[in-house]
């Protein structure tokens, strides 16, 4: 009687270990992202950016996966002056998951893949004396006229770094953190010609859904 008891309290542990352990084929994240950017330059200063980003993953086995990673951060101030800047980048790459008998699922990755920037300042136009009105161009009194002037490029990317999920049921689970040392390689916008290596940190939290376990 006593094994029997033993056998039927074991069964909804032993439930709960096999629910921890799925392995999910697809996970699609979604999630916030917060980037120090270092430009490594003597007319840009290092700068915050916040946006987001998605990921996407496809799990060959346990511990081996792909994934695709999309997202954008703005900053819409640098240095007092109102330069708008977004950055966006699109990588893709290996990934390796730490699947074990627990909720907590660690990983760590490597993306390669591009980077889009650009930057845009608005300027203004009226009153100017000697300014060439564009024809058809209505005029307010007292209002003036702006233009804004925009700049971009794109480049080559690279993240690497892992994160933690916590899973939260068998479809959803949780990300704290997500880290990455973020390389971006863009041409420089004041010297033509020449490119610069810019060495940034990406955070990033959100949520992860999982799909069709193995």
């Known amino acids: 009687m006593r094994k029997i008891i033993a056998v039927i309290a074991a069964v909804p542990f032993f ?6 352990t799925d392995v999910p084929r697809m996970e699609t994240f979604l999630g916030y992202n917060f ?11 290092s ?4 946006g987001g980003s998605g990921q996407f993953v496809y799990n060959v086995n346990k511990w081996i996966g792909g ?15 109102n330069f708008d800047t977004t950055v966006v980048n699109f990588v893709a790459g290996p990934r390796v998951t730490f699947h074990n008998h627990s909720r907590f699922t660690p990983f760590g990755h490597v993306m390669f893949g591009g980077a889009y920037s ?26 003036p006229v702006t233009a804004r002037l925009n700049a971009s490029h794109t480049g ?41 290596n810019r060495n940034n ?8 859904f999982l799909f069709g376990a193995q």
């Open 67 to 81: 994934v695709f990673d999309a997202g954008a951060v703005n900053k819409g101030t640098l240095n007092g002056f």
């Open 118 to 143: 650009t930057t845009s300042i608005q300027i203004p136009l009226l009153p100017i004396v000697g300014a060439i009105v564009p024809p058809g161009l209505p005029l307010i009194p007292g209002v």
């Open 156 to 196: 080559f990317a690279m993240l690497a770094g892992g994160g933690l999920d916590i899973k939260l049921s068998k479809h959803i689970a949780f990300r704290p953190i997500g880290a990455d040392y973020y390389l971006t390689r863009l041409p420089n916008l004041f010297i033509p010609g020449e490119t610069n």
């Open 47 to 50: 700068f915050n950016a916040n």
């Open 201 to 208: 940190f990406r955070y990033s939290a959100g949520v992860n």
């Open 15 to 20: 439930a709960l270990v096999a629910a921890a």
């Open 35 to 45: 980037v120090r950017f270092n430009p490594d330059s003597a007319f840009v200063p």
